[in-house]
């Protein structure tokens, strides 16, 4: 009898882990993993950035950020791989837009993508303190102007 107890328990404490994975699993399928996107102004001392990110649903906002601060959002990519975060930025003589999330190029790339704008142009990391692996630069406007703009 005794046996027959803690063998019932046994099958009920795996049939609950396994329940929970289940759930878990079906959750990660369902909704698809979290994507941290976060900019970082690295322009330098008493240079602010604004920045204006949005995708064809979701309009983040005019942010200014201070030299070091940062700007990040969270969302789940779709399940058609087609998520599309993009942002203009400008300061003094530098102006640009580019795909900061492109899910054909971020989404097995980072979860955590970090981007820092620099005087010589924006990149790209797959998490903080990571390697860069991507970098647009800004590139001199058209003859007779004085200001830049990204090339992606």
Not at 10 to 39: C, D, P, Q
């Amino acid at each position: 009898m005794l046996g027959s107890k803690k063998s019932m328990n046994t099958n009920i404490s795996i049939k609950v882990v396994f329940l929970l994975l289940l759930n878990a699993s079906l959750h990660e399928l369902s909704l698809g993993h979290i994507t941290t996107v976060r900019v970082y102004n690295n322009l330098g001392y008493g240079i602010s950035l604004t920045l204006h990110c949005k995708s064809k649903d979701d309009d983040l906002g005019i942010q200014v950020l201070d030299n070091e601060d940062s700007f990040e959002w969270r969302f789940h990519p779709n399940w058609l791989g087609t998520t599309l975060f993009f942002c203009s930025m400008e300061s003094n003589d530098k102006n640009g837009a580019f795909d900061i999330y492109k899910d054909e190029r971020d989404g097995e790339r980072c979860r955590e993508c970090v981007w820092k704008v620099t005087q010589d142009g924006v990149r790209g990391y797959n998490k903080e303190g990571g390697v860069e692996q991507i970098w647009f630069r800004w590139v001199p406007k058209p003859p007779g102007s004085d200001s830049y703009y990204i090339i992606p």
